[in-house]
């Protein structure tokens, strides 16, 4: 047996690999061929794995270095556009956890800290060297962009110009990240911020860069807030909401939002409503997490507001994603020693996913911009 790929003679032998060649083939993908897209198999048991355990083996069987792939971004985005996922059985474990997701709150308060613990906290090294100036760790708006730092700093000003930001107003930052937002706003548009976080280290980071300016950095639950803001954002948060918050979350917005005020909500979003939870991103890198959809989103925020303006720019993030992965290339010679070979290939196993997906359109992004109502309406600008 060749030491790179599973010789042809094993490989007709295999069952699995029959069913999962037939499935691969209607995206035009095969096994052991030499397009980017193509995957190289190097376990057997790869096909069985994968069959059986649907995205928790395809992920696993990846880092566990069963297979290659040249391009996994072209690879994922022919999977999804073909919905490939769809066809994999659907493995027992993936049904109890979209039961229990129906019947427990997975983002409840004592469970809501472990995505800053588990991801968030990974480390400022890996994140400052692999984002912008600005720490974004969310889409860009490439719409007149050519760089990250570019798509990065027109997304902030688009954000504020959208929240119609104006000296002396309070803004209220929930899931404030580093705290590049806080910054932008207080720096150039002269607001007073309060950011929340649930990550230490994240509000270590947002502290320093927001020392000197109208603006705290607090370390707590979404859920205690009570104070009233001119304007509310949240970017990149609500994917870690969950469903049975999403009421909840809204009330809060309402309660500390003033009559005349606005609310930006920037997230990831999802075509169907289900409660569905990709189970590898779920074990490896967002814990209870769970995208919304477009009903989701309605339907929580129908009783206390109007939606004045719902924009997607979905396809912005594949562009986002890859420039990441650039940058997470470049620096890992500086990281190698903190986080070890398995951590690169989950690394970058998500970060390619996630692009293919977004240029699939099999998942969106959407800045939606809500009031209690705007006499005259609102100019939302993009």
């Not at 990974?122 to 994140?127: A, E, K, P, S, T």
């Not at 997230?267 to 890198?285: A, N």
């Not at 099999?362 to 609102?378: N, Y």
Request: hydrophobic fraction near 40%; charged fraction near 20%.
């Amino acid at each position: 047996m060749s030491s790179s790929c599973i010789e042809e003679v094993s490989l007709k032998e295999n069952h699995w690999y029959r069913i999962a060649r037939e499935i691969l083939q209607t995206a035009d993908i095969e096994v052991n061929g030499s397009r980017p897209w193509d995957i190289q198999v190097k376990n057997p048991q790869f096909f069985r794995r994968v069959l059986q355990e649907g995205s928790l083996g395809l992920g696993e069987s990846y880092m566990d270095g069963w297979w290659e792939c040249e391009r996994l971004d072209m690879f994922f985005h022919r999977v999804l556009q073909q919905h490939l996922d769809q066809q994999l059985p659907h493995h027992f474990k993936d049904t109890l956890r979209i039961a229990a997701a129906r019947l427990t709150n997975l983002q409840s308060k004592k469970r809501a800290w472990i995505v800053g613990k588990e991801h968030y906290d990974l480390g400022n090294d890996l994140f400052t060297l692999m984002l912008d100036s600005h720490m974004q760790y969310s889409c860009g708006y490439w719409k007149q962009a050519e760089t990250l730092e570019q798509a990065q700093h027109a997304k902030l000003s688009m954000i504020c110009d959208k929240l119609h930001l104006q000296p002396g107003m309070t803004l209220l930052d929930i899931g404030c990240g580093w705290g590049g937002l806080a910054e932008f706003a207080a720096r150039h548009y002269g607001v007073s911020v309060v950011g929340v976080t649930i990550s230490a280290e994240q509000q270590k980071m947002a502290q320093q860069r927001c020392a000197g300016l109208d603006a705290a950095i607090l370390l707590q639950d979404y859920r205690d807030l009570n104070q009233q803001f001119d304007r509310i954002v949240s970017v990149g948060m609500f994917e870690h909401v969950g469903p049975k918050n999403y009421a909840t979350y809204f009330d809060v917005v309402n309660r500390n939002l003033k009559p005349d005020g606005i609310f930006l909500l920037h997230t990831i979003g999802t075509i169907r409503t289900d409660m569905h939870v990709d189970p590898w991103i779920d074990k490896y890198i967002f814990p209870n997490g769970c995208l919304p959809s477009v009903r989701h989103i309605a339907d929580a925020s129908e009783q206390h507001f109007v939606m004045e303006d719902w924009h997607n720019f979905g396809a912005d993030y594949d562009t986002t994603l890859m420039a990441w992965y650039q940058r997470f290339l470049e620096a890992w010679p500086q990281l190698a020693e903190n986080y070890g070979e398995r951590f690169k290939r989950m690394f970058s196993y998500y970060l390619n996913a996630c692009a293919g997906a977004f240029r699939a359109r099999d998942i969106q992004l959407w800045q939606v911009v809500f009031s209690h109502g705007v006499e005259g309406g609102l100019r939302v600008p993009h």
